[in-house]
Antibody
Framework: QLVESGGGLVQPGRSLRLSCAAFGFNFEDFAMYWVRQVPGKGLEWVSGISWDSGNIAYADSVKGRFTISRDNAKKSLYLQMNSLRPEDTALYYC???????????????WGQGTLVTVSA | DLQMTQSPSSLSASVGDRVSITCRASQTIGSFLNWYQQKPGKAPQLLIF???RLYSGVPSRFRGSGSGTYFTLTISSLQPEDSATYFCQQSYSAPENTFGQGTRLEIK
């Protein structure tokens, strides 16, 4: 199970930190991603992190503003979102990758998401 | 950037029908193609990975095929619970895993 938290309403330019708690599997064995979805629209990968944080990737749309991190001891994934824009408004999913590295693999398991709304 | 294009964007079919959804990649991606099902208000769920491999617990009426740039998701005998939006996703360019725009399937 993956349980996201930290979403909410925030003004443009402000920051928000999302968290994802993992239950029921060996968190440290898997790479993790954040994937977002504007309600009723498509899916966009945001950021991925390998099992040991040795490899990290960001979509161009968030590069330089968002930071992904993980704490394997706490079985938790994080997304620090700075300089938020209205176009960042979306449901943010925490997703378990099927591989430990950021190599070609499917998104194996998804949390239920946390909604981020960026508006004045 | 590698683009994924699904068709149709929506379709309507009856219980028992055979339906197919296609996904085209803007460049060859081998078999690095996955399919997901998303029901309203729920998170996506993995159906098919590596173009044709059925994920654990997924009914055998779901079948994936294709390679290179052209892929198909086929549901052999549509059930009421198959009403959902279906997404394809390429992992060829991992970590930059991109999705198709989705196909909404309605059961008549």
């Amino acid at each position: 199970q993956l349980v996201e938290s930290g979403g909410g309403l925030v003004q443009p330019g402000r920051s928000l930190r999302l968290s994802c708690a993992a239950f029921g599997f060996n968190f440290e064995d898997f790479a993790m991603y954040w994937v977002r979805q504007v309600p009723g629209k498509g899916l966009e990968w945001v950021s991925g992190i390998s099992w040991d944080s040795g490899n990290i990737a960001y979509a161009d749309s968030v590069k330089g503003r968002f930071t992904i991190s993980r704490d394997n001891a706490k079985k938790s994934l994080y997304l620090q979102m700075n300089s938020l824009r209205p176009e960042d408004t979306a449901l943010y999913y925490c997703v378990r990758y099927s591989s430990s590295e950021l190599i070609p693999s499917p998104f194996e398991f998804w949390g239920q998401g946390t909604l981020v709304t960026v508006s004045a | 950037d590698l683009q994924m294009t699904q068709s149709p964007s929506s379709l309507s079919a009856s219980v028992g029908d055979r339906v197919s959804i296609t996904c085209r990649a803007s460049q060859t991606i081998g078999s690095f193609l996955n399919w997901y099902q998303q029901k309203p208000g729920k998170a996506p769920q993995l159906l098919i990975f590596a173009a044709s491999r059925l994920y654990s617990g997924v009914p055998s009426r779901f079948r994936g095929s294709g390679s290179g740039t052209y892929f198909t998701l086929t549901i052999s005998s549509l059930q009421p619970e198959d009403s959902a939006t279906y997404f394809c996703q390429q992992s060829y360019s991992a970590p930059e895993n991109t999705f198709g725009q989705g196909t909404r399937l309605e059961i008549k």
